[in-house]
């Protein structure tokens, strides 16, 4: 009889820790969810700011592109490549249009 006690009393005592354990996980997972969406959703907010600020360097750098009515191959490049990051947001629509436009331009060497 002292062994059905005591193997009814270890299992009770598995019972609580596997039981404990479970609810941990379950709040960790819980807690881990719940940081990622919070994330998420601070990461969308940057990669809109970053696509913000993009817009409006890659707007005012080919105004005043168009303005002088030439580009060195270094602005152009530099252009391209911040074009080039901006789409790969999934952002397009007018800056493609002054894409087309720099293309356009002649090409000045600065000495």
Request: proline letters at 2%.
């Given at each position: 009889?002292g ?5 009814t009393?270890?299992t009770?005592?598995?019972?609580l820790v ?7 996980a379950?709040?960790y997972?819980?807690?881990g ?11 969308d907010?940057?990669a809109?700011?970053?696509q ?5 360097t ?7 592109y168009f ?5 060195t191959?270094?602005?152009r490049?530099?252009w ?11 952002f397009?629509?007018?800056i493609d249009t002054?894409r087309k436009k720099?293309?356009?331009l ?6």
């Amino acid at each position: 009889m002292g062994n059905g006690i005591l193997q009814t009393a270890l299992t009770a005592l598995v019972g609580l820790v596997v039981g404990s354990l479970y609810k941990h996980a379950l709040d960790y997972f819980k807690t881990g969810k719940e940081w990622r969406e919070k994330t998420g959703a601070k990461i969308d907010k940057l990669a809109d700011a970053q696509q913000s600020t993009m817009r409006a360097t890659l707007i005012h750098n080919s105004e005043k592109y168009f303005e002088r009515g030439w580009i060195t191959p270094e602005e152009r490049a530099s252009w391209c490549d911040m074009h080039d990051r901006y789409s790969a947001l999934g952002f397009n629509g007018l800056i493609d249009t002054y894409r087309k436009k720099l293309n356009d331009l002649p090409d000045k060497i600065i000495n």
